[in-house]
């Protein structure tokens, strides 16, 4: 039994309370009741200094001598008035908007024109446009460009990573279109200023000619000048609108990008719109069935289901934002904002009836000979897609996901039109993503399978640079097997090699069965490696296999005495800890990056407890 004193503090007063702590803490709540007329089943105390409510008899003994009295039923209260005040406020807002929004519509009925085709006229070259994404030769010409095989194998082992080995085709579609997005960020080429023809060096825009007829052929209908400030020959850039001529350039700016990108959804069977804004950008929308919605993809920053990155990050004043497809345009304005009061405020180029009608007649055009079936079909969609875009107009959702200013194109071009945003250091690859489930098991079985090897090597005596030169074999082995077809991957350990390795086969056992791969001997003594399960896990535990053959190569270089004692770490990350949940980093995050946070956490509790490993 220990006295205590201490000093219990209550809205405006505080309370001295000599106790005892032999008697407990139900016996000190009813010492409280008697100065509070606190109830004690209503009592909830606080050490001050210790931030930790009191629960049971010990904490009366390590709480410090200042206490927090709170009132469950105040709390409650408390928590139900500010919950109360904050659907008040939302409330106001939403009032505030949905006001802004009607005198807006009201101003637009005196300041908008009469329709005069004019937003018609606009729209109609970008109907032609997406027609020539239907032909079969463009759609053949795009397929030709892209490794389909690397796309889909990175599609199933970023599904894999998430714990869904067995996909269905909706998935594995949804991830491919990803894949295909990330491919063709990396296989477009920007162009501020092109490099001068003659010479190489940057060129200085000197202004705009007149096309030729080689260049009118794939919809150029401008050519900007560049002249060499070290040749006299400089540069031409025709702005070619064919997507078939951008497959062969892979070169431009957002429309280029857009054009040629939604071409490429297209050529894999994706329902795609080329999505116009008004604010001179462009991109493209896909409709996943895995999601069951159409989704935001941008080619020119690699983002994809980001729809407010251009009102959020960008900081544009959206105004009219149009989805073009082969079967009708849609006004998808809604999906990129949460500030419609305002949009609609900008939208007086015609008014939102005669905007409507456009789009009506548009569309019918586009739809003209199709079967009632299809119509069927389409009408469904539109008027779950218009449902869709009027809930999310008003919702909070991604509202406080930070995004970031525009990242394509030349810095002082992005500053010229306030698209760099207000955080320039703000990016997609980090806390806008999500926490996933971290399937990692294989990582742990690829450390633990090294441990036959370097003991065989320990039992064969072999010197320290003889271990290297079989590793340093085997790593070449597993290289060959990565570059090879995942579907059919196999590698053969020639004569040479297995001069080195055939005796230490039997221990290479493990291994293979971590890759889901298997070894046979040939009539000719050759030792074939070959798919023995799934090429899903192959192709996610290969770069973890080579990523720790480097890491053992290293360490084994640097071990001053390779004997039986020295396989522990770092040599060895034996019996690792794996799967649970991680914060991801980005869409392509390193193989290795839970592994090395997880040895790091492993090596620091070693330290820090001085167990010895």
């Known amino acids: 039994m220990v006295a205590r004193s201490f000093q219990v503090h209550h809205n405006d007063s ?44 010990s904490d009366l003994v390590a709480i410090s001598e200042k206490l927090r009295l709170v009132s469950i039923n105040e709390e409650q209260q408390e928590k139900s008035t500010a919950e109360n005040d904050e659907l008040l406020k939302s409330d106001e807002e939403l009032a505030r908007m949905l006001q802004a929004e009607e005198e807006a519509l009201l101003f637009q009925q ?14 109609r070259p970008y109907v032609s446009q997406v027609l020539m994404y239907e032909d079969l030769q463009r759609q053949e010409a795009a397929r030709k460009t892209v490794p389909i095989e690397e796309l889909e194998e990175k599609a199933l082992v970023s599904l894999a990573k998430e714990g869904n080995s067995t996909p269905s085709k909706n998935e594995q579609d949804h991830a491919f279109l990803l894949q295909l997005l990330f491919w063709f960020k990396q296989s477009f080429r920007w162009v501020n200023a092109p490099p001068c023809d003659g010479c190489g060096k940057e060129t200085v825009f000197h202004g705009m000619a007149d096309p030729l007829p080689s260049e009118i052929r794939y919809g150029a209908s401008r050519v900007e000048i560049y002249g060499c400030n070290f040749c006299p020959i400089g540069s031409r850039f025709p702005r070619y609108n064919d997507p078939l001529k951008l497959v062969e350039t892979r070169s431009g700016r957002c429309g280029e990008w857009a054009n040629c990108f939604t071409l490429y959804c297209r050529a894999f069977g994706y329902e ?23 989704m935001h993809l941008d080619p020119c920053e690699g983002v994809y289901d980001k729809p407010l990155l251009y009102e959020s990050g960008w900081n544009k004043k959206l105004d009219y934002v149009i989805g073009i497809a082969k079967d009708g345009v849609c006004d998808v304005t809604k999906r990129y904002t949460r500030k419609w009061h305002e949009v609609i405020s ?27 079936q299809v119509l069927s079909v389409l009408e469904d969609r539109d008027e779950k897609e218009r449902q869709e875009l009027e809930s999310s107009l008003h919702s909070t959702d991604n509202a406080s996901t930070s995004l970031p200013g525009r990242r394509s194109g030349d810095k002082e071009w992005r500053k010229s039109r306030l698209e760099c945003g207000s955080d320039e250091s703000c990016s997609l690859s980090g806390s806008s993503c999500p926490v996933r489930a971290c399937v990692d098991k294989h990582v742990t079985e690829i450390h633990n399978a090294f441990l036959p090897i370097l003991s065989q090597f320990v039992k064969e005596e072999f010197p320290k640079s003889r271990a290297v030169e079989v590793l340093e074999t085997l790593k070449r082995i597993l290289v060959d097997l990565k570059k ?41 003594g050759r030792f074939d490696i070959s798919l023995a399960g799934n090429a899903v896990k192959t192709s996610l535990a290969l770069p973890v296999a080579l990523d720790a053959l480097d890491d053992t190569i290293n360490n084994l270089n640097i071990c ?13 990350k034996l019996n690792r800890i794996h799967s649970g949940s991680v914060l991801a980093s980005g869409e392509e995050i390193p193989l290795g990056i839970v592994s090395f946070i997880w040895s790091m956490w492993f090596i620091f509790l070693l330290f820090h407890l001085k167990i010895s490993p």
């Not at 005196?110 to 729209?123: H, I, Q, S, T, V």
């Not at 059919?488 to 090699?497: E, L, N, W």
Request: hydrophobic residues 40%; glycine residues 4%; charged residues 25%.
């Open 272 to 294: 795609s719109r080329l999505i116009l804004a008004f604010v001179d950008h462009v991109w493209t929308e896909c409709f996943s069935q895995s999601l069951g919605r159409w």
């Open 484 to 524: 090879s077809p995942f579907k059919t991957r196999r590698a053969t350990i020639d004569s040479v090699s297995q001069s080195l390795v055939h005796q230490l086969l039997p221990s290479f056992t493990e291994l293979l069965n971590a890759l889901s791969m298997s070894g046979k001997a040939d009539a000719d």
């Open 14 to 57: 505080t309370y001295g309370v000599d106790y005892d702590t032999g008697d407990g803490l139900e016996v000190f709540k009813i010492q409280i009741f008697s100065l509070t007329s606190i109830p004690p089943d209503e009592q909830k105390l606080i050490g001050v200094d210790e931030n930790r409510v009191l629960s049971d008899d």
């Open 110 to 123: 005196y300041a908008a024109p009469e329709d005069n085709g004019k937003f018609e006229e606009r729209l």
């Open 560 to 572: 001053d005495n390779f004997v039986e004692d020295s396989l522990c770490l770092p040599l060895l």
């Open 346 to 372: 900008r939208r007086n180029i015609i008014t939102e009836p005669a905007l409507s009608a456009v789009l009506a007649n548009v569309t019918k055009d586009c739809r003209r000979g199709f079967t009632s």
